[in-house]
């Protein structure tokens, strides 16, 4: 996260410094001062930091010379796509006037652009979203708010943040398991079914079995009507036989 601080070195430059030592390399810091103005105690104040700091001149003297060429500088900023995160730092009320005109105008090219009296006052923030990973997270709140209070802060944030435990999914309800057992009885009783319908034409095979039973007791009857015939015609013989010795 890039920020740029412009800051006015006519209004009260030592307030407007204070937080300059927590600014990383990625930060650029502006310090706009007026023409003939010694830098000595101001490269004092920036000596600590890590951002990269630049000393404008005032163009030209007079009052309000300094404001005009701040303003200006930002618009320039802010057109180019250059000023994400920029700051007006000064406690001069003047300036709400240029930072109303170009949140109106050109809102959609910057995350942030305010007036702030200093550096410390943009950075309420900045140490979250400057971590990147929950080490450099748990350091940060260390840093601000103390060991314990950090450590608690962060706690707190992991418990927050962090994603409920996924639920492992419900065994499935004996109900589909019965209905899918019943589908196979479905088809035992059909298929026993099956046998019992072959089954039916078994009394259809057994009438000519009960046909061939009085064909089979017929059989004996006609050695019975051929005892009666010889029976008979022996005593006819007989007959004859004594028919014969009378006369």
């Given amino acids: 996260m890039k920020m740029i601080f412009l800051v006015d070195g006519d209004n009260n430059i030592g307030t407007g ?7 990383t390399a990625e930060d650029t810091v502006l310090v706009f001062f007026g023409k003939g103005q010694t830098l000595a105690n101001v490269k004092k104040l920036c000596a600590g930091t890590k951002a990269q700091v630049q000393y404008l001149e005032s163009v030209k003297g007079g009052k309000n010379s300094l404001d005009f060429q701040i303003i200006t500088e930002l618009g320039v900023l802010v057109g ?23 949140h109106a ?4 090219t910057f995350r942030e652009v305010a007036l702030r009296p200093s550096i410390q006052d943009c950075l309420q923030a900045a140490f979250l979203l400057r971590a990147g990973t929950r080490e450099e997270l748990a350091a940060a709140l260390a840093r601000q708010y103390g060991p314990v209070q950090g450590q608690l802060a962060y706690e707190h944030l992991e418990a927050l943040l962090t994603p409920p435990p996924v639920q492992e999914a419900a065994a499935p309800s004996p109900a ?5 057992a019943s589908k196979p009885g479905k088809r035992r009783s ?11 034409p078994a009394p259809a095979q057994s009438a000519p079995q009960d046909a061939e039973e009085p064909a089979g007791t017929a059989e ?12 008979a015609s022996r005593r006819r ?7 014969a010795e009378k006369a």
Wanted: aromatic share 6%; hydrophobic share 40%.
């Fill in 237 to 243: 013989k007989r007959a004859e036989r004594s028919k």
């Fill in 220 to 231: 004996p009857a006609a050695p019975a009507a051929r005892s009666r015939r010889s029976g």
């Fill in 17 to 23: 410094l204070q937080g300059i030592d927590l600014l």
């Fill in 80 to 102: 180019r796509g250059e000023a994400d995160f920029a700051y007006v730092i000064s406690q001069d009320k003047g300036y709400e006037a240029a930072m109303s005109a170009l």
């Fill in 176 to 180: 589909p398991e019965n209905k899918a």
């Fill in 105 to 108: 105008r050109y809102a959609s």
């Fill in 190 to 200: 059909r298929a026993a079914a099956k046998p019992a319908e072959t089954a039916e």
